[in-house]
C-alpha cells in the first residue's frame, strides 16, 4: 500500500507538473506593454510554487513508502517536534511568500496607482445585459451627458448607452459595438455599467477589470501589436454571461483616425 | 473546568420521536446533521454533474431534467454551489462530527445547551428544505452564483430565478445563519466549561482545537452574513437602495439610487473568507488525528499545529479584500489584503510540514482512514499552492473569474474538505455504529476518487491560465475557448468515473451499518477518550462515570510503556510522560 501511494502521488506530481512545464496550455498571447511583467511574475510565482510542490508531494509518497508497518523490523522515533526546524520552516515560507508579493507589487503599482498618460487615447466602456458599447468624445475631447431614461438596448450604440443629444458635448461622440485602438498609445479607460456587474477582461491585454454600476473606474493599458483581440466578460451578469463578448481591434494610429472620421461623417 | 460533569443534564429518552427525531443527544444530532449532510452532498453532485454534462454537450436533453438553457446551467451553479457550501462543507466536519465527538473527546456528558443543540439541527433541517424549495418555484431557482453578487442578486427583474427563487435563497441563508450562530455558541461554551478534569487546553486533541476555532470563526462571521442578507432582501423587495445604485435593466431605469455593489461584496467576503476556513480546519483536525494515530507517531510540532491553527482563524478574518482586487475597490488596499493573505500561508505551511513530519520515522497502518487522511494532504498541498498564485494582485489581472480560481478552491475547500470527511467517516464509523467499514470497497473508493479529483481539478489550473472564464455555461462564443473543449471532455469523463464511485462508500456506508463486523471499543488502538468508551457509547458517553484526562492526546510508541500506545486516560506511570 506503501508503494501504491509513492507511485500514484509522484505520478499525479509528475503529470501535474508536465503540463504546467511543457506549456501545453499557458498563458495567451500577450500584446500590451505590461503583459511581460506580468507573465514574468507569473513565471517566478510558478517556479516557486512548482519547487514546494514537487517537494512536499515527493516527500509524502516517499515516506508513505518508506516509513510503512514492517513489523518489528520498523523502528518509530518518539518525537514531539522539533523546534528549530519549525521556526526555520516557518521563516523560509514567510520570506518567500512576503518576497514574491512584493516582488508582484511594483507592476501592480505601475498598472493601478498612476492615471493615464495626457496623451493617451480616451475610451468610455460601458457594460449591459449582454454587450460592450464603446464611446470616444470626438473631436471636443469631451464626453457628452448621457440619461438614463433615454437607454434604448434594442437601438444600439449611441441609443443603447442612453446618450443625451441635447448636449452640445454628446454631439460628436461615436458610440460603437467593437474597440478600435491605435497601436502604442496608451488607452485612458472610464469603464461603466449599466445594470448590473461586468467585468472587462481582454486576455491578451492581460487586462481585467470590473464595471461597476454607479461608479466611473479609470483605468489604462498600451497595446503593441496591431490585430484582432476577443474582449470577454469575467463577472458572471445574467443568463448571457457566456456571450457577452466583444472584439478589440488594434491598428495604426492612420487606420484609427481615418475609422473615427468615418464613424464621425456618418453621424452628420 | 467542570465540576457538575457527573451530573447528566437529561436522561435518556425513551419513545422513538424523542429519541431518533427531536433527540436532545449530542450524538443523535451529529448522526442527523450527517445523514442531512448526505443527502446534501449527493444532490450538489448531482447539479455538478448536470453542469458537466451541458458543458460537452450543450443540446443534449437529459431525462428528468430537459435542455439545460443557459439561465438553467447558471441556476445549477449557484445551486451547487450554495448546497455544497453551506449544506456539506459547514454541516458534516463541524456541526455533524464536532457535535458527535467535541462533548466525548473533552470527556463531557454532553453539549452545554442540549436544546439549543437540537433547534440548531432543525433550523438548519429548514433552511434546506427552503432552498431546495428555489428549484419548485415560478422562474426556478436564482442564476447569480453562489456568491450573490449584487446588484444581479438584488434585482428580480434582472434574469429568470431571480424572483421568488432569490428569495427563497437568502431566506435559507439568513435561516442557516441563525443555526450556525446558535451551534457556535454551544461548541464554544462546551469547550470551555465542560472539560473533563486533567483536560487541559494543550492536552485537547487537535480535533477539538479545530472544532473550537471553527466555531468562534461562525460566531463572528454568520452574524455578519445574516445582516447582509436581510439589508438585500429589503432591497429586492422593499426598494431599499443599500446594494442598488441607479440601474437601467434593458431599458428600464429601476427605483433605487445610491447603493453601492461593492457593500455587498465587502459584507460577503468578510463572511466569506472566514467560511473557507470553517470548511477546512475541522479536516485539518481529522487530518491530525488520524495520521498520528495510523503512523502510530506523536504529532509533530503539537503547539505549533495549534498555533497556527489559531493564526489561520485570527488572519482568516484580514484577508476578504483578495476575493476583489478586480472589483473597483481602491488599489492601495489590495496590497494590504494581499499581504496579509500571503502570511495566512505561513501557517498552513506550518501545518503541512507538520503533517510530514509525523509520518517521518513512522510506522505507517494504511486503514481506509488513513489513505483519506494522507490523500487531505496531498490535496491540501496542491490546492494551496496555487493561492500564492491568486493573492498577487497583479496575478489576479489574468486569473480572476477563470477556471484558475475554480480549480483552486475546489482542491483545497472542496475536495480537501470532503477528503477529511471521508477520513472522519472511515476513522469513527465503528465508534458511531458499533460496525468496522469494509476495507476493501473503503480502498477502491480511496483510489478512484483520489485519482479522479485530480483529474477533474487539476486540468481546471491549465484552462484558467488560458483565459477560460468561469460560469460560462456555453463555449461556442468565444473563439479561444474552442480549443480547450477537450479539455472540458476529459473533465467530464473523470466526473462520471469520480462520481460513480461515491455509490460504493454510500453502499459500504449502509451496508456495513447493519452487516459490518462488530467493532471493539478501541479497533484503531488510539489514544483519546472516545476510544475509552463503549462502542457505540452510552447515552451518557462514559456510563456513569468521569474520565480523569493524565496524559497528552498522541502518546504513540512511547519508549518503555507496555504497549505503543498510552491513552489519555491511562494512569502516569515512570514510562509515559
Known sequence: MGLALLVVIWLITFFSTYFFAAKTWWLPHGASTSAPWIDHQFGLTYIAMGVVFVAAQGALGLFAWQYRDRGSASKVEYSHGNTKMEVLWTALTAILFIGLNLMGSKVWADERFEPAKADAVPVEVTGMQFAWYFRYPGPDGKFGGTNPKLVDPSAGNEAAIGLDTSDPAAKDDVVAGTMYLPVNREVNLTLRAQDVIHSFFVPSMRFKQDAVPGLAIHMHFTPIETGDYEIACAELCGLGHYKMHGMLKVVSQDDFDKWLASREAEKQ | ?577
Not at chain 2, 233 to 248: A, H, I, M, Q
Not at chain 2, 552 to 572: C, I, K, N
Request: aromatic fraction near 16%; proline fraction near 7%; hydrophobic fraction near 50%.
Open chain 2, 1 to 577: 473546568m467542570a465540576t457538575t460533569a457527573t451530573v447528566h443534564a437529561h436522561a435518556a429518552p425513551q419513545g422513538f420521536i424523542r429519541k431518533y427525531i427531536f433527540s436532545l443527544d449530542h450524538k443523535v444530532i451529529g448522526i442527523q446533521y450527517y445523514f442531512l449532510a448526505l443527502v446534501a452532498v449527493f444532490v450538489g453532485m448531482f447539479l455538478s454533474l448536470l453542469m458537466r454534462i451541458h458543458l460537452i454537450w450543450p443540446t443534449a436533453v437529459l431525462p428528468l431534467v430537459g435542455e439545460i438553457k443557459p439561465e438553467t446551467y447558471l441556476s445549477l451553479l449557484t445551486m451547487h454551489g450554495t448546497i455544497m457550501v453551506f449544506f456539506v462543507l459547514t454541516t458534516a466536519p463541524q456541526s455533524g462530527f464536532g457535535n458527535y465527538f467535541l462533548p466525548i473527546q473533552i470527556g463531557a456528558p454532553d453539549m452545554a445547551f442540549p436544546v439549543l443543540n437540537m433547534l440548531s439541527f432543525w433550523i438548519t433541517f429548514l433552511a434546506f428544505v427552503a432552498m431546495i424549495a428555489a428549484f419548485f418555484v415560478s422562474g426556478g431557482a436564482p442564476l447569480h452564483g453562489w456568491t450573490g453578487y449584487a446588484p444581479l442578486s438584488a434585482l428580480p427583474s434582472a434574469g429568470p430565478g431571480e424572483q421568488l427563487g432569490a428569495d427563497l435563497w437568502v431566506i435559507s441563508i439568513a435561516i442557516f445563519c441563525v443555526a450556525s450562530l446558535m451551534g457556535a455558541l454551544n461548541f464554544i461554551t462546551t469547550l470551555l466549561d465542560l472539560r473533563a478534569k486533567g483536560m487541559t487546553l494543550f492536552r485537547l486533541p487537535l480535533t477539538c482545537w479545530a472544532w473550537f476555532v471553527t466555531a468562534i470563526l461562525g460566531l463572528l462571521a454568520f452574524g455578519v452574513l445574516l445582516s447582509a442578507g436581510i439589508l438585500l432582501l429589503l432591497d429586492r423587495n422593499l426598494g431599499t437602495s443599500f446594494y442598488v445604485p441607479l440601474v437601467v435593466v434593458n431599458g428600464q431605469v429601476m427605483g433605487h439610487k445610491g447603493g453601492s455593489p461593492l457593500l455587498w461584496q465587502h459584507l460577503f467576503w468578510f463572511f466569506g473568507h472566514p467560511e473557507v476556513y470553517i470548511a477546512i480546519l475541522p479536516g485539518m483536525g481529522v487530518a491530525s488525528q488520524v495520521l498520528s494515530t495510523f503512523a502510530r507517531k506523536p504529532i509533530f510540532g503539537y503547539k505549533a499545529m495549534v498555533y497556527a491553527i489559531m493564526a489561520i482563524g485570527l488572519l482568516g478574518f484580514m484577508v476578504w479584500g483578495h476575493h476583489m482586487f478586480m472589483s473597483g475597490m481602491s488599489p492601495y488596499s489590495a496590497f494590504a489584503f494581499s499581504i496579509m493573505t500571503m502570511a495566512i500561508g505561513v501557517p498552513s505551511a506550518i501545518k503541512t510540514f507538520n503533517w510530514l513530519g509525523t509520518l517521518h520515522k513512522a510506522r505507517i497502518r494504511f486503514h481506509s482512514p488513513m489513505l483519506f487522511a494522507i490523500g487531505f494532504v496531498s490535496l491540501f498541498v496542491s490546492g494551496g499552492l496555487s493561492g500564492p498564485f491568486l493573492a498577487q494582485p497583479v496575478l489576479d489581472i489574468p486569473l480572476h473569474d477563470t477556471y484558475f480560481v475554480v480549480g483552486h478552491f475546489h482542491l483545497i475547500m472542496g475536495v480537501a474538505a470532503i477528503f477529511g470527511i471521508f477520513a472522519a467517516t472511515y476513522y469513527w464509523f465503528p465508534k458511531m455504529f458499533g460496525r468496522m467499514m469494509n476495507e476493501s470497497l473503503g480502498r477502491i473508493h480511496f483510489w478512484i476518487t483520489l485519482i479522479g479529483t485530480y483529474a477533474i481539478f487539476m486540468p481546471m489550473h491549465y484552462l484558467g491560465m488560458a483565459g477560460h472564464p468561469r460560469r460560462y455555461s456555453q463555449l461556442t462564443e468565444l473563439a479561444y475557448l474552442h480549443d480547450l473543449i477537450p479539455v472540458q471532455q476529459f473533465m467530464t469523463y473523470a466526473a462520471f468515473i469520480t462520481i460513480g464511485i461515491q455509490f460504493v462508500f454510500v453502499f459500504n456506508l449502509f451496508w456495513s451499518m447493519f452487516k459490518g463486523p462488530k467493532a471493539s471499543d478501541n479497533p484503531w488502538e488510539a489514544t483519546t477518550l472516545e476510544w475509552t468508551t463503549a462502542t457505540p457509547p452510552p447515552h451518557d458517553n462514559f456510563g456513569g462515570h468521569t474520565p480523569v484526562v493524565n496524559h497528552g492526546p498522541y502518546e504513540y510508541s512511547v519508549p518503555g510503556a507496555p504497549r505503543d500506545y498510552v491513552m489519555q486516560t491511562d494512569p502516569v506511570t515512570a514510562a509515559a510522560h
